[in-house]
């Protein structure tokens, strides 16, 4: 049921301008996929939201899946960028500094909850993807059954993508909405629409298959499981929202939101499937 959202004209040129100023060595065809995926994902899931919000969304999505990339070119970079934040130093690359003042910016446009959520997770975030970079040989104990989810709400992004939803113009509290946070994180990282990009890229480093090794049963099986448990968390958020409309109806955007991007998406080459939005 695909919500048929339109491009915003207005928020692609001003991501595309901020974009043009990035450092002239990046490959254009991986900036043409950043400006598709940031402003595909916060057109279908956060069309709600003013167009003060959705720029800075937009412009936050596409500075994260700069900075998944940076670690090829300048690892160090990355290591030091929650160190230079909580500093307030500059830092080398012009795309970091951009990023930490967005999150500056983040108590300006959600309620206090959402944007110290915002910072946290964020700073989380880079620190996970830094690992990813360092421990990409690290061997998966049978025993150590929580980690890869530990290291997917890290490396996910979860909190800021969750709290988005909730600017400060919606409600200035989050006590409606705070039982509903794991819930909705828990669905967004489980429904994993990466993976099939992932799988043909030979990638065995994410949430799936670090999985399954600590599972010890297959990648598949993992898939299976996660097919249940979306669906469950999904079925839990409809029962919490039943008595809340404008909730359940913000859920419900974000819900078929979030879908419709995944197939919109070309990074996540799903079109290859079938699937159309």
């Keep these: 049921m695909s919500p048929g959202t339109r491009s915003d004209a207005v928020l692609r040129a001003k991501i595309e301008a901020e974009l043009a100023l990035w450092p002239s060595d990046i490959n254009q065809a991986v900036v043409s996929k950043i400006l598709d995926g940031s402003c595909v994902y916060t057109e279908t899931t956060y069309g709600h939201t003013t167009p003060k919000h959705r720029f800075f969304i937009a412009l936050y999505t596409a500075c994260l899946m700069y900075v998944d990339d940076l670690g090829e070119r300048d690892l160090d970079a990355v290591m030091r960028f929650t160190g230079r934040f909580a500093k307030g130093q500059d830092h080398p690359d012009p ?3 951009r990023l930490a003042g967005l999150l500056r910016q983040s108590h300006e446009l ?3 909850y959402g944007a110290d959520a915002i910072i946290a997770g964020t700073l989380d975030a880079v620190t996970a993807m830094y690992i990813e970079y360092t421990a990409k040989h690290l061997v998966i104990k049978p025993s150590a059954t ?4 530990y290291f997917r709400t890290r490396a996910g992004i979860g909190p800021p993508f969750i709290h988005f939803i909730f600017m400060n113009t919606w409600r200035s509290t989050p006590e409606s909405y705070l039982q509903l946070l ?3 994180e828990h669905w967004t990282l489980g429904t994993n629409l990466s993976f099939y990009k992932e ?7 994410n949430y799936v298959h670090l999985r399954a090794a600590a599972e010890e049963t297959s990648a598949n099986h993992v898939l299976r499981q996660l097919v249940d448990e979306v669906l469950d968390s999904a079925h839990t958020m409809n029962v919490l929202t039943s008595e809340d409309a404008e909730l359940a109806a913000l859920w419900q955007k974000y819900f078929h939101g979030y879908l ?3 197939l919109k998406a070309k990074r996540y080459r799903l079109a290859e499937l079938g699937y159309e939005a």
């Design 182 to 184: 794991p819930y909705m």
């Design 95 to 97: 795309v970091l500094n």
């Design 146 to 149: 929580r980690f890869p989810y």
């Design 110 to 112: 959600w309620p206090q």
């Design 260 to 262: 419709e991007f995944s």
């Design 199 to 205: 799988e043909l890229a030979g990638e065995t480093n």
